[in-house]
């Protein structure tokens, strides 16, 4: 492992030296969620240090987008977890409109090493690549990416919050289970229940009890892949253990309510959710 980052206070797990497959991150948007619609947010970068870089990870990298204010810093450090499309223009683009609120954050490209989900048109294509991801792996990816955001001195991880959607919103779950420096996290639509195997051994669910910093969980009602019954189940064992973790259920809400450049896409709800958002991280030291 990287000596240098293990130096920087966090201690990644080991993973697979196989070889990275993507080296680079996509460009614009990815194939299957073409083409975007009308609705589409388009956030500038004036006023921002924003683009693309390379996380360490052991003896190779990743790569990732990340997006800050200009100037010295240290600014609070937000992981932005990716949806099941990879780190493509929405993703990008909601890393902007953190540091436009003065946030450092920041995206690894979590499938690095299984493919590249961007170019595939084909759902069960894109799922046949993500199935493959370890969840120790992500863990471990998300340390670097925070020891990589304090290294650089422009981040302040004492202020360390995480965000996901879809894909992403289970491993803001599981992050907040895993890294006691979390500040707070919030998932987006995220599976809270399902099957064990040797790469998932635990959902969220799983991990109530291991909660080490509050989450907010914003779901939708209609989501057809996270049955309300599930969400109940959920709010169930987090009152059983007695956990600082909220979740609001909106009625009549489609799974994917906050991508604002799909037709799932529900305006109201996903600025309620992002004021949600923000409200959270201030509260819980996120700012």
């Known amino acids: 492992m990287n000596e240098e980052i293990m130096d920087e206070g966090t201690a990644p797990v080991e993973v697979s030296r196989r070889a990275f497959v993507v080296t680079a991150l996509a460009t614009g948007f990815a194939v299957a ?30 790569p990732a987008y990340r ?66 991801v370890p969840d120790a792996q992500v863990m471990s990816d998300l340390d670097y990416a925070v020891a990589y955001a304090k290294k650089s ?34 998932a987006w639509y995220g599976r809270l229940v399902g099957d064990a195997d ?27 892949g996270i049955p309300v019954k599930t969400v109940e189940q959920m709010r169930e064992a987090i009152k059983e253990k007695k956990k600082t973790a909220e979740i609001v259920l909106y009625p009549e809400t489609p799974h994917g309510f906050h991508a604002d450049y799909r037709p799932s896409y529900r305006k109201d709800k996903a600025e309620d959710g992002w004021k949600k958002l923000l409200a959270w991280f201030a509260k819980n030291g996120v700012k």
């Open 153 to 186: 001195g422009k981040g302040d991880t004492s202020k360390l919050g995480i965000t996901g959607f879809c894909w992403g919103g289970r491993i803001v779950w599981l992050y907040a289970a895993h890294n006691k420096e979390v500040k707070a996290g919030v």
């Open 198 to 224: 040797k790469l998932h051994p635990k959902h969220p669910i799983d991990l109530v009890g291991d909660l080490k910093a509050p989450v907010l969980g914003l779901y939708g009602e209609a989501d057809t």
């Open 67 to 132: 997006a800050m204010p200009t100037g010295d810093g240290p600014f609070p450090v937000v992981l932005v977890v990716q949806e099941i499309f990879g780190v493509h223009e929405h993703i990008k683009d909601v890393c902007r409109r953190f540091a436009k609120l003065g946030y450092l954050a920041i995206a690894p490209e979590l499938y690095s090493r299984e493919g590249d989900v961007s170019k595939l048109k084909e759902f069960k294509d894109i799922l046949a690549i993500v199935s493959k």
């Open 33 to 62: 969620v073409q083409p975007v619609t009308a609705e589409t947010i388009k956030t500038d970068d004036k006023g921002l240090e924003a683009g693309e870089g390379k996380i360490p990870v052991g003896k190779g990298t990743i």
